[in-house]
């Protein structure tokens, strides 16, 4: 999770169309497995987590993040989140990687790292920016190391020790869009988010198209904004 987005949207972060979106289709990746016991890796504030933990019968959540100054706990739903500076073995089901291997110079090798520390049969939800023809300022600002086609991060995690079960992109329908604005300003990579905060009519209409989305997602192996990887410790 990126923190620098967190800074720019505050409090509206999980009324933003993006972040709103992503967690419907992160709950429709993960639904099927019912996971009871998560490790978010590179969680930042644990949005992602937080949010399984107070729409899925999930029971508790360890975050994980180099950048947090101190251990500490709290809570969702009446659910315990553990948020850690690092984690030994952990009998988590479910570890998220939601927008973190882009950040890294190794991915291969933060992907076996956390496969280690989970038992056997345990699934990892993985998103990552897609199309490294997108690369803009955005990403220079967020400090991404780079962005993936499908069959590039299904090859990192593979080679990370997992299997994959499936892998799709998402944000297929404003990828046109999003497209043609970073292609418009290709030649600028100075550092600057393009997520803002959007009027109510235009965050409206922006989720409404995600939420259209969802249905043929899992089939969606064509273009996107996002790629997401479900894959699975053997």
């Known amino acids: 999770m990126d923190l620098k987005e967190e800074d720019i949207l505050g409090a509206d972060i999980g009324r933003h169309w993006y972040y709103r979106s992503k967690a419907a289709a992160l709950r429709r990746a993960v639904g099927a497995l019912s996971p009871r016991h998560l490790l978010d890796v590179g969680a930042g504030s644990g949005f992602f987590s937080r949010h399984l933990l107070a729409e899925t019968p999930a029971a508790s959540a360890l975050c994980v993040d180099i950048g947090y100054p101190s251990d500490r706990d709290d809570s969702v739903a009446g659910k315990p989140v553990h948020y850690r500076r690092d984690t030994g073995p952990t009998d988590c089901d479910l570890v998220l990687m939601m927008d973190v291997l ?133």
């Open 102 to 234: 882009e950040h890294v110079d190794d991915d291969r090798s933060l992907v076996r790292h956390y496969a280690a520390k989970v038992p056997s049969g345990a699934h990892f939800l993985v998103t990552v920016p897609a199309f490294a023809f997108l690369w803009s300022g955005h990403d220079v600002f967020l400090e991404h190391k780079r962005r993936y086609r499908l069959p590039e991060i299904e090859a990192a995690i593979r080679d990370g020790g997992l299997e994959i079960v499936c892998g799709a992109y998402y944000f297929g329908l404003v990828f046109p869009l999003a497209a043609a604005m970073r292609l418009a300003g290709r030649n600028t990579t100075e550092p600057s988010s393009s997520l803002k905060k959007h009027s109510a009519l235009a965050n409206g209409l922006l989720t409404a198209a995600c939420a259209a989305e969802l249905p043929l997602f899992p089939y969606n192996r064509l273009a996107g904004l996002s790629a997401f990887v479900l894959a699975k410790k053997p």
